[in-house]
C-alpha cells in the first residue's frame, strides 16, 4: 500500500437527509442503524481498515450533536476525528466540502455518510489506484437498474478517465452509476472555493461542478467499484442494505434455540431432541422456573444444551424469556416451547424470512394449521386475533400486519434485541406483544407467518387462557401507544 499519510477522510454529514423521512426526523440520516452499526461508523470502518486513513473530517448541521456524541473524537474507533460546523446547509454538498479545504494537507477522499458499500474494493481505490494523478477521481459501478442510475448521477469514461458525468440523467449511455466516494487534490478545493465566491455563495451542484472542471480540460479519473452499493434514501434502502449485509454471511451466522419450560411438562427430552435433529444450533437453551420440577442431568447425552434456573424473584413468562435471552450466546435468538407446541420444521420457515426482517414471528390463528385438541380454538383464537388487529391499527403507519399477539415462537437478531432490550419491561405473557410493539416503534420490520401448533401445557391454558392474561395485553397494548401520543 502507498503511504497514505497525506490521505485524508472527509464525511459530509450535514443534510437533513429530506429524501429518507420520516425516519430522520429524530435520527440523523448517518446514524440509521444496519445491523447493530450506524451508516457513518461503517464508512469510519472502510476509510480506516481499507484505506489507511487516520484523520477523518466530519462536516456536521441537522442533528450534528447527535454525531459528537455518538463518535466523539474517534478514539474508540482507532481514528482522529475533526469536526467543521456547516451553517448554511441551503448551499448543498458541494458547500460542506468546501468548508473544509484548509483542513487538508493534501489529498482526499470523501464519502457520503448515507451511503452502504459492502465487500467493497476501497482498499484498491487507495493502495493501487494512480489517484494523484488526477485533479479528481469518482468511483462507480456497473448497475442493472437504470433506475438507480436516474437517481443518482451517470459516468462517462474511457479508460481511466472520465469524460462527461450527468447529475439524475433522463438518458442514459451505458450501465455505469456514480457513487458518493471522490478523491479530490488540493487544487480541486482551490476552485470549489473561486467557484463559490463567482457565484455570491449561492447553490452549487457538486457533480455539477466536477463536470465543468471535466469541460475546462481537468483531469478527472474513473475507479471501478465492485461489491454491494446502496444509497440509503428511503424505507425500502435501507431494508436493502440490512438484507444484502445479513446474507453475505448468513449460513455462518450463530443460531441459538430458547426453548421456555412453563412448569409442568412431562416430555421434555422429546422435544429437547427433535429440535436437535435439525443440526444447526450453536446451543440449545432451556430456562426454567426456580421450582420447577425438571432434574438437570436428565439429558446430558444431548450436546449444546446448556439450561438457565431462574433465581425465585424471576417466575412470569416475560420476565424469564428477557432473563433468559441476555444470556444466549448467538447472532439469532429463535424461541420456542419445551412442549413441542411448535414443530422443528418451521424453524426453517423462521429462517427463511429473517434476511428481509429484524424479527418473525409465527401466528398460532391459521386455521388449517391448529391442529385437533389444541387450546387455540375458539373464543381464545378470536382473541389473539383481536389484540393482533388491534396493534396493526394502533401502529398503521409502521406498515406492520398481525393476526396473533402472544405467539411464543419467533426468531430475532441479536442486535434487534439489543436495540429495545432497555425498553421491555413486562414480566407477563404480554412480553411477547411489547416485544413487537418496541421492534416497530424503532422502524424495525416485523413479520408474521403461520406455523403449525398444538399447545400441550396444562400449566400454560391455566395460568395463561383466561380473561386477565387477555386484558393484560390490552392493557400493555393502549398504554404503549397512549405513552406515545402523549410524548
Known amino acids: 500500500m502507498k503511504n497514505n499519510k497525506r490521505l485524508w477522510g472527509l464525511i459530509p454529514a450535514a443534510g437533513k437527509g429530506q ?64 469536526y467543521i460546523e456547516n451553517n448554511n446547509l441551503e448551499r448543498g454538498l458541494a458547500w ?12 482526499c477522499c470523501v464519502m457520503l455518510c ?25 468511483a462507480g459501478l456497473q ?49 470549489l472555493e473561486l467557484a463559490f465566491a463567482d ?55 450463530k443460531i441459538s434455540l430458547l426453548i421456555y419450560a412453563e412448569g409442568d411438562e412431562k416430555n421434555i427430552a422429546f422435544t429437547l431432541s427433535r429440535y436437535r435433529e435439525l443440526g444447526i444450533f450453536h446451543e440449545m437453551v432451556l430456562v426454567l422456573g426456580k421450582t420447577h420440577s425438571y432434574k438437570e442431568g436428565e439429558n446430558d447425552n444431548l450436546p449444546l444444551l446448556r439450561i438457565i434456573r431462574c433465581s ?54 391459521t386455521r388449517q394449521l391448529i391442529e385437533q385438541g389444541s387450546s387455540m380454538q375458539g373464543i381464545v383464537r378470536i382473541a389473539h386475533a383481536f389484540l393482533g388487529y388491534l396493534m396493526e391499527l394502533l401502529w398503521w403507519n409502521r406498515e406492520c400486519r398481525f393476526t396473533d399477539a402472544g405467539c411464543t415462537f419467533r426468531a430475532i437478531w441479536r442486535t434487534s434485541f439489543q436495540l429495545i432490550e432497555k425498553n421491555l419491561h413486562e414480566k407477563g405473557p404480554a412480553y411477547s406483544a411489547e416485544m413487537m410493539i418496541e421492534l416497530i416503534e424503532q422502524r424495525q420490520r416485523v413479520i408474521e407467518i403461520p406455523v403449525n401448533y398444538y399447545n400441550r401445557s396444562a400449566s400454560q391454558q391455566q395460568h395463561h387462557r383466561n380473561p386477565r392474561t387477555f386484558f393484560s395485553f390490552l392493557k400493555l397494548i393502549l398504554r404503549k401507544r397512549l405513552d406515545l401520543f402523549f410524548r
Open 312 to 365: 425465585a424473584d424471576i417466575n412470569g413468562y416475560g420476565e424469564k424469556i428477557h432473563h433468559a435471552l441476555k444470556q444466549l450466546e448467538g447472532d439469532i435468538f429463535i424461541i420456542t416451547e419445551a412442549d413441542y407446541s411448535f414443530s422443528n420444521r418451521d424453524i426453517s420457515k423462521l429462517l427463511s424470512y429473517l434476511p428481509e426482517a429484524d424479527m418473525v414471528i409465527g401466528t398460532r390463528t
Open 96 to 107: 460542506s466540502i468546501a468548508l473544509s479545504a484548509k483542513r487538508f494537507e493534501g489529498f
Open 199 to 253: 457565484n455570491n455563495f449561492g447553490y452549487i451542484e457538486f457533480v455539477d461542478f466536477i463536470d465543468t472542471q471535466i469541460g475546462q480540460q481537468k483531469i478527472v479519473g474513473y475507479f471501478p467499484l465492485i461489491g454491494t452499493y446502496i444509497n440509503i434514501n428511503d424505507r425500502d434502502s435501507l431494508h436493502l442494505a440490512k438484507y444484502h449485509d445479513r446474507i453475505k454471511n448468513f449460513s455462518h451466522q
Open 143 to 191: 448497475v442493472e437498474d437504470e433506475n438507480l442510475i436516474q437517481k443518482n448521477y451517470a459516468i462517462e469514461y474511457q479508460g481511466n478517465r472520465i469524460n462527461a458525468l450527468h447529475e439524475k440523467p433522463k438518458t442514459l449511455t451505458n450501465d455505469i452509476m456514480g457513487s458518493g466516494t471522490f478523491i479530490l487534490s488540493p487544487e480541486f478545493f482551490v476552485d
Open 19 to 82: 429524501r429518507a423521512r420520516p425516519y430522520t426526523r429524530e435520527v440523523h440520516k448517518g446514524l440509521l442503524d444496519i445491523n447493530g452499526k450506524p451508516t457513518i461508523v461503517r464508512i469510519i470502518d472502510i476509510m480506516r481498515d481499507d484505506m489507511g486513513i487516520s484523520d477523518i473530517v466530519i462536516v456536521l448541521g441537522y442533528l450534528g450533536d447527535s454525531i459528537r456524541e455518538t463518535l466523539g473524537d474517534g478514539q474508540k474507533f482507532g481514528v482522529r476525528l475533526h
Open 114 to 138: 448515507d451511503e452502504c458499500y459492502i465487500h467493497s474494493n476501497h482498499s484498491e481505490l487507495a493502495s493501487s489506484f494512480p489517484y494523484e494523478q488526477y485533479y479528481a477521481s469518482c
